[in-house]
T-cell receptor, first 117, second 110 residues
Framework: DARVTQTPRHKVTEMGQEVTMRCQPILGHNTVFWYRQTMMQGLELLAYFRNRAPLDDSGMPKDRFSAEMPDATLATLKIQPSEPRDSAVYFC???????????????FGEGSRLTVL | GQQLNQSPQSMFIQEGEDVSMNCTSSSIFNTWLWYKQDPGEGPVLLIALYKAGELTSNGRLTAQFGITRKDSFLNISASIPSDVGIYFCAGQRRNTPLVFGKGTRLSVIA
């Protein structure tokens, strides 16, 4: 049963600490997304990759957030230093975007719930 | 940026009732997707629509891709308690990421 796997599921940390969230996309998917979900803002796109190349990270605060895809089986989202306002659920999602159609169904992981004290 | 207006924001219905929710946009989309999110879980894809006018069913769920390509609706027939959750619409244009609505929170009263 193919699924997107995220770790950790829950993280509580203190302000100023570094946080790294990891995602294993579904094998064969060529596009990986990072979303942040809060009650106020809903699902916000932070960054996404196509064939491991970053396509758009304009949704991320550049001074503290970074997203990478070191290989096809791993995507990471790092926050350094973390702040209380970063508290949210962070979702990774992957999909297979067909070149001709330019769109594709997106499959989400279970999320990483981050609390920054 | 692109905005999707999803309504209603929340619904309280009796078990057995039908439910209807919709999403509108000022922009044209090539794809409409509907997701459901249970508490503590990630959104799960329910239905994907790829053509204007397309009507697709998945069990008790039916979704349509509006003819103008600027809207979509989702219907749930004969609701049951496990239908409780947040339903999200999402639109996508070619080679751009999905844009999500704010969600419709559904509560089912047994």
């Amino acid at each position: 049963d193919a699924r997107v796997t995220q770790t950790p599921r829950h993280k509580v940390t203190e302000m100023g600490q570094e946080v790294t969230m990891r995602c294993q996309p579904i094998l064969g998917h060529n596009t990986v997304f990072w979303y942040r979900q809060t009650m106020m803002q809903g699902l916000e796109l932070l960054a996404y990759f196509r064939n491991r190349a970053p396509l758009d990270d304009s949704g991320m605060p550049k001074d503290r957030f970074s997203a990478e895809m070191p290989d096809a089986t791993l995507a990471t989202l790092k926050i350094q230093p973390s702040e209380p306002r970063d508290s949210a659920v962070y979702f990774c999602a992957s999909g297979l975007v067909e070149a001709q159609l330019g769109t594709g169904e997106l499959f989400f992981g279970e999320g990483s719930r981050l609390t920054v004290l | 940026g692109q905005q999707l207006n999803q309504s209603p924001q929340s619904m309280f219905i009796q078990e057995g009732e039908d439910v209807s929710m919709n999403c509108t946009s000022s922009s044209i989309f090539n794809t409409w997707l509907w997701y459901k999110q249970d508490p503590g879980e990630g959104p799960v894809l329910l239905i994907a629509l790829y053509k204007a006018g397309e009507l697709t069913s998945n069990g008790r769920l039916t979704a349509q891709f509006g003819i103008t390509r600027k809207d979509s609706f989702l219907n749930i027939s004969a609701s049951i308690p496990s239908d409780v959750g947040i339903y999200f619409c999402a639109g996508q244009r070619r080679n751009t990421p999905l844009v999500f609505g704010k969600g419709t929170r559904l509560s089912v009263i047994a």
